[in-house]
């Protein structure tokens, strides 16, 4: 495996550089490369081909479950296990900025969602909301969600340099504008001073909508949100450098809007997208 990943990159990186990485010897290399390729050896090196088709065409946003039906698709016989191992070179950036500021005086909503997702059995019946970090060459941009916990669905969003409150409420104002769901609504978010503000909560008791809060420190209580954050990152943040604040604010819209909502297959429903299978509950 060492020695394929040498040759499948040598056109990107020095040749001793990639030995020194993955501790081999030139040599050893070059003598590898001459030998005669076994079935083995190229069965594996056409599914790796095979994976790059399917990565560029979704824009890396798949991984090995994904990847292998869509292989499978195509008549291409894959393992989960095989493509998993073959994507296994694969290395994502990461880094961690809190979010979340607990540290106030500001009212706490009760648990009242209590991670009892089967709450949203229709859409428009609770809300999950959540702020995330994105990196750029230019600084930090902030980015937070309103998610339909029914279908998954990302139905409001907003970016900006700051995290606050007028950064939540412009993400909530999109989704009632969106949406406009029927009451009851329950919205549930963390315990950051952002949600717990004033003007958030009067926002909320305006529009009649009941909030929820997840207890300090337990990311499982707002679950899917969380899940939408991970996959919006190892699919198209950790994989990308964004020179500008305006490069990562048109990424995310793609991403968001065009993609995820519209086209990501996703595993709890069912391997449809989120519009999909909210045109499937109406149908």
């Known amino acids: 495996m060492k020695f394929a990943f040498i040759r499948d990159n040598r056109d990107r990186f020095d040749v001793e550089v990639l030995c020194a990485v993955f501790e081999v010897t030139p040599a050893g290399f070059y003598a590898w490369l001459k030998r005669p390729e076994s079935g083995r050896a190229a069965r594996a090196r056409e599914l790796r081909e095979q994976i790059r088709i399917v990565h560029r065409e979704v824009d890396g946003v798949y991984g090995s479950i994904k990847i292998a039906r869509e292989l499978r698709a195509r008549n291409h016989k894959a393992n989960r296990k095989t493509i998993a191992k073959l994507m296994q070179g694969m290395v994502h950036r990461k880094f961690r900025v809190r979010t979340t500021d607990s540290d106030h005086a500001n009212p706490v909503a009760p648990n009242t969602l209590g991670q009892n997702f089967a709450l949203a059995d229709a859409p428009g019946k609770v809300w999950g909301a959540d702020i995330t ?39 909530l104002h999109a989704a009632l504008s969106s949406r406009k769901p029927s009451l009851p609504l329950l919205h549930h978010s963390d315990r950051g001073v952002q949600y717990t503000s004033g003007k958030y909560r009067e926002m909320l008791a305006r529009h009649g909508i009941e909030p929820s809060m997840s207890r300090t420190g337990n990311c499982y209580d707002n679950a899917m949100v969380e899940s939408f954050w991970g996959k919006l990152k190892s699919e198209m943040v950790y994989h990308r450098r964004f020179k500008t604040k305006a490069e990562a604010r048109a990424a995310v819209f793609d991403y968001i809007e065009g993609f995820y909502n519209r086209r990501r297959l996703h595993a709890a429903l069912g391997y449809l997208s989120p519009e999909q299978f909210e045109a499937g509950r109406r149908g």
């Open 133 to 171: 970090c994105l990196q750029t060459d230019e600084g930090f941009l902030y980015l937070a969600g309103v998610m339909d916990l029914f279908s998954r669905r990302i139905v409001g969003w907003s970016m900006d340099d700051t995290m606050t409150t007028a950064l939540v409420e412009d993400a």
